[in-house]
């Protein structure tokens, strides 16, 4: 299982953001997304803990918590549902279906 967080700060990098969520477990892995474009972070990431319940404490403690000047918005990742066809085509976000 995977944790969302969002509405980061765009300063915020991945040792950031595991100092913060190793007081609640073993973090195992982060990843900050990159906007191809611009070439900077896109505002949120994902954090994969050591166990379930570790990862439910940080939910509950992060969830809202004021960090770095933005409120953030923790919560379990939901599953990536079919690779590219989920996320449009790139360069095509005036198209209306």
């Not at 300063?11 to 100092?19: A, G, M, N, T």
């Not at 939910?59 to 004021?66: D, M, S, T, V």
Request: aromatic share 8%; hydrophobic share 30%.
């Amino acid at each position: 299982m995977s944790i969302y967080v969002g509405n980061l700060s765009y300063e915020v990098k991945e040792d950031d953001l595991r100092q913060v969520f190793a007081e609640y477990g073993t973090v195992k892995n982060v990843q900050l997304p990159i906007d191809r474009e611009t070439d900077r972070m896109r505002g949120f990431g994902f954090v994969e803990m050591e166990s379930n319940a570790e990862e439910t404490a940080a939910i509950e403690a992060l969830n809202n918590a004021e960090w770095m000047g933005r409120s953030l918005k923790v919560n379990k990742a939901k599953p990536k549902i079919g690779g590219s066809s989920s996320g449009g085509r790139r360069g095509d976000s005036s198209r209306r279906d």
